[in-house]
């Protein structure tokens, strides 16, 4: 075996550093790639069978047709039903409105719901959307606001014509809540609020109407600081009422 000629030696050094540098650096690289982080809230999922049951009938309720307003989102747009019924059959059924709000749904539910059959056979002329909360524990800001993009996409594509009024993110401060959930209709918001096209997409913030002068959700209109009282709905219809008139033109 021959010997390296001492004066090659510095030579020789450099070369094993560089090849290790540059092999270290495509390990690295793979690493990241294969460990790249997947934004769940726009993979649409379904959930379990009492919520399938109910997909099931907002299905039956599209193909009988004749809605003009179709509210969609969680649980703050499922309350209508209950502690917002008397606001509801005031303000929206005689104009031909259902609500196709599930409590619990995420961004992802809402896709998925959408892409099985709940947009087939009806034309509204206003999709009201408020979605995203319950995503605040699990994904970011940005994530969130891509989710609710993809779904304005995904309405208009589904039934071209309808607009759609954008709800921003309602406030939230339950004694359980993370700060990422409280902060989070913050810095959602003003994402969202650039998806307004003053055409096939409104969007509406009306938080102010929800909280107190120091920010916070006051017991007598959100009772769990999350969810509205009839006060609260009522609150909603009001301040939603003057844009969503101006959209049913």
Do not use: C
């Amino acid at each position: 075996m021959k010997r390296i000629s001492w004066w090659l030696l510095p030579v020789v050094a450099a070369f094993v550093f560089l090849t290790a540098t540059e092999s270290f650096a495509q390990d690295t690289n793979a690493a990241v790639s294969s460990t790249a982080i997947i934004n769940t809230a726009i993979i649409p999922a379904p959930r379990d069978e009492k919520w399938m049951a109910r997909h099931a009938g907002f299905v039956q309720e599209a193909q009988k047709g004749g809605i003009d307003i179709l509210f969609l989102g969680d649980s703050i747009t499922d309350g209508w039903r209950n502690k917002g019924s008397n606001v509801w059959n005031k303000y929206y059924a005689p104009r031909r409105a259902a609500n196709f709000g599930i409590g619990g749904d995420r961004t992802q539910h809402v896709l998925w719901r959408m892409e099985k059959g709940e947009l087939d056979g009806i034309k509204p002329k206003v999709v009201v959307l408020m979605i995203g909360t319950n995503n605040s524990n699990t994904n970011s800001p940005t994530e969130i606001a891509d989710a609710i993009k993809l779904i304005i996409g995904k309405i208009h594509a589904k039934t071209p014509g309808s607009k759609v009024l954008l709800l921003g993110v309602f406030p939230r401060n339950r004694k359980n809540d993370s700060s990422a959930q409280i902060e989070a209709p913050k810095l959602i918001n003003p994402i969202i609020a650039r998806f307004d096209d003053g055409k096939t997409v409104r969007y509406l913030n009306i938080n102010e109407k929800f909280v107190d002068p120091d920010g916070q959700v006051p017991a007598d209109i959100m009772p769990d600081f999350l969810h509205p009282n009839e006060h609260g709905y009522q609150l909603w219809a009001d301040a939603m009422e003057p844009l969503l008139a101006e959209m049913l033109k």
